[in-house]
């Protein structure tokens, strides 16, 4: 297989995957992924801005402006919005519970698109809904601790066990606000970002810091070689987040020496797995912990999170491009090879870009003709040719 064949055929599905409304989140034929997702959108939209191609960038304006134009009233971002035959419009802010990602996900997606097309216009017209949207996640930090609540399946991993302050929802909204501020710069931004990348770098990994958010946990808590995924009111949830750690890694949180633990962490995490890629979340749940059952009762419609699959455990193509792309700037030949193990997951099954794959037995799981999975590919792809996301 050449990887221009590979890249060409990732291409090619995000292509497949267009509507005029925006990214559909897989080319297949399956009515819950026939929609435009905000977080699925977006990543999509931002492997289609570092590709280039004008009719993907165009899918993706017009993906930021359904998400726009079905804003809730109070700020809050779609889960995903979808159009039937008669072109009447669902709106969904999401399931078992409302989905906390979708407002950090469309900010990032409106500024880069803004930056990488050199349209700010385009920004400036969406600013008061950006704005509206970084409101309600203040609103959700309840205690106004600078650290947004929560919910359990409120964000990309619906159906896993995280709840609290998550710290992917915590990086991710740091990364937008990082974004609209790099666009229109403004104190109360800036003084935001200064407030919550310190209470994600003193309450997220065990150092000396003097004022952690729940002491009792703090004094308790061992040391780990990446940020933890949550806290909650009963303690921490230590284990790894892939895509928390990623996006961390991308965006230049926390000193170079614990960057590059993280790194060290993940590299060892890699190499003893067959797929030699990172799994969405580490380790699984087994019937044996504590907290399977909540794990098994967290599903609308049917249990995937058998252990080594889907979030708990499973590896995600997606996940691993951020990954990739967080690795290029200082170790180069570690995404490349990330690179290559994603290229090879996206091209089995005849180029099926599975939606995941199961991290014990390389099974492939999830859906097919996955957007989002040639997306991973794409931005790193991109990313090791010398491209940039807004940061």
Not at 117 to 142: D, H, V, Y
Not at 260 to 267: A, G, H, R, V
Request: with cysteine; net charge neutral; hydrophobic share 40%.
């Amino acid at each position: 297989m050449k990887a221009e064949q590979s890249y060409i055929k990732a291409t090619e599905l995000l292509a497949k995957a267009r509507s005029d409304k925006g990214f559909l989140a897989s080319a297949s034929d399956i009515t819950n992924y026939k929609r435009v997702w905000a977080r699925d959108g977006v990543i999509c939209g931002l492997a289609a801005l570092l590709d280039g191609d004008e009719s993907l960038v165009e899918t993706f304006k017009n993906t930021l402006i359904t998400l726009a134009d079905n804003q809730h009233k109070h700020g809050h971002i779609p889960s995903n919005v979808f159009f039937n035959d008669e072109n009447k419009v669902e709106v969904s802010f999401g399931g078992l519970a409302g989905r906390v990602d979708t407002i950090s996900w469309f900010i990032i997606g409106v500024c880069n698109y803004a930056s990488l097309t050199k349209n700010i216009n385009f920004a400036e017209e969406l600013k008061p809904k950006m704005n509206k949207g970084l409101q309600l996640l203040e609103a959700w930090e309840f205690n106004y601790n600078h650290l947004i609540y929560v919910p359990r399946s409120g964000n990309w991993a619906d159906e896993y066990i995280t709840e609290g302050h998550i710290f992917y929802d915590q990086v991710l909204r740091l990364w937008a606000l990082k974004c609209i501020n790099s666009l229109f710069p403004n104190a109360e931004y800036q003084e935001k970002i200064n407030h919550i990348t310190e209470k994600l770098a003193g309450n997220y990994r065990k150092t000396d810091y003097k004022n952690p958010f729940h002491p009792k946990a703090y004094k308790t808590l061992e040391k780990k070689s990446f940020w933890m995924a949550s806290i909650n009111p009963s303690g921490y949830q230590t284990m790894f987040d892939a895509l928390g750690n990623s996006i961390a890694l991308l965006i230049g949180l926390g000193d170079t020496d614990f960057q590059e633990e993280i790194i060290k962490y993940s590299e060892k995490l890699r190499a003893s797995l067959p797929l030699k890629l990172l799994p969405a979340f580490w380790e699984p749940i087994t019937k044996e912990h504590e907290d399977w059952k909540l794990l098994e009762n967290n599903c609308k419609y049917e249990f995937r999170n058998v252990p080594f699959e889907f979030h708990n455990g499973g590896t995600w193509q997606m996940v691993n491009g951020f990954y990739g792309m967080s690795l290029v700037e200082n170790h180069i030949e570690k995404a490349t090879n990330v690179l290559s193990h994603i290229k090879k997951l996206n091209a089995l099954k005849e180029f099926g870009f599975y939606e995941n794959f199961n991290s014990k037995t390389s099974q492939p799981t999830g859906v097919e003709n996955c957007a989002w999975s040639a997306a991973g590919e794409i931005a790193l792809q991109q990313y090791v040719n010398g491209k940039r996301l807004l940061v």
